[in-house]
């Protein structure tokens, strides 16, 4: 054999390795709920994007707290799993290849912060849904019937970690595409407007610098539901200013977007004040105060990241400094 062929042999096998490897082991990224925070529980509409910037797989290895720490969580998750097999039947999970495996120190290695509304548990999910499902949905063909399905088990997986889950953070981490969620069981894949790197506006994250506890806010939010007047203005102001700006952002049609943007983000600083984290509630005003930008929860709030649009991002980016913007979108 040529030393030529040989080079091509060994670049050959050097690319099959690679993508084994990829195969046995997947990442699965961030997610980001641009609209709907809270509205999805109650059947409204909302826009979910990968966010690639964050990411996980699971490993095996022992060799630091870390990876023990991760190892337990998923030791109490299987059981969880084990004892919900009814529930959960139609997922057809093969838990005892998953007890198999964490017998030889399974762990989910994971950069995605905890607490931040970023769907740390939501990949964790997509992973074990991807690796023990025997008769898994393919993200490539997936039919809008099974999306739906597949968030609804979704959901019951994840209940595991918040108590209560709509399913749609594992479902975006497993899909991986743009979603848009029109009611809980109706789903549909959707496309962006192209991005614009020249323009000047922006969608960014905010470290508020504290980590969020979904259960507690979850629990929060269903108190406050039981109360006609709340009600009345989640229907009629919150959805409705959420459904406009899902329906402007992907129009690309931005200016009656930051009209009802103001609105949302006054909504949600009159009525779920205790779910923005305190550090942020100063600029948050000064946001709806100087149009600079407007500020939104990122998830169920408390804490971790905070969502933000703005017309000028460099101005944005300057005045919030303290809180390191991470743009996410350009228009």
Not at 19 to 43: D, H, R, S, T, V
């Amino acid at each position: 054999m040529t030393h030529k062929k040989w080079s091509c042999c060994v670049n050959l096998v050097n690319l099959f390795t690679f993508y084994f490897k990829k195969m046995k082991n997947p990442l699965f990224y961030a997610k980001i709920l641009l609209f709907g925070e809270y509205g999805i529980i109650q059947n409204s509409k909302g826009l979910t994007i990968p966010y690639n910037f964050y990411k996980g797989t699971l490993k095996f290895g022992d060799a630091n707290q870390k990876q023990k720490d991760s190892s337990k969580v998923l030791k109490d998750f299987c059981k969880y799993l084990k004892e919900n097999s009814q529930i959960l039947e139609d997922l057809n999970l093969d838990l005892e290849a998953f007890q198999k495996d964490l017998q030889n120190n399974l762990y989910f290695d994971s950069d995605i912060p905890q607490g931040y509304g970023v769907g740390s548990s939501g990949a964790l999910v997509a992973a074990i849904y991807h690796r023990y499902a025997q008769n898994k949905f393919d993200p490539s063909s997936i039919k809008k019937d099974q999306i739906a399905l597949l968030k609804n088990s979704f959901g019951l997986m994840e209940c595991f970690f918040h108590g209560k889950s709509s399913g749609v953070d594992p479902l975006i981490c497993y899909l991986n595409i743009p979603l848009l969620i029109h009611s809980q069981n109706e789903i549909d894949k959707v496309g962006l407007p192209g991005e614009s790197q020249s323009g000047k506006g922006a969608v960014f994250l905010l470290n508020s610098g504290e980590i969020g506890h979904t259960a507690p806010l979850i629990d929060y939010f269903f108190d406050k539901m039981k109360n006609e007047g709340f009600r009345k203005t989640l229907k009629e102001e919150f959805i409705k200013y959420n459904d406009a700006c899902i329906e402007s952002f992907l129009k690309g049609d931005f200016s009656p977007l930051f009209g009802d943007l103001k609105k949302l983000s006054t909504w949600v600083m009159v009525h779920f004040k205790p779910m923005i984290p305190k550090p942020m509630l100063q600029v948050w005003q000064q946001g709806l105060s100087t149009n600079d930008y407007y500020l939104k929860l990122c998830g169920s709030g408390g804490g971790g990241y905070i969502l933000g649009f703005t017309r000028d991002y460099q101005k944005a980016e300057k005045l919030l400094k303290a809180y390191h913007p991470q743009k996410i979108y350009s228009f």
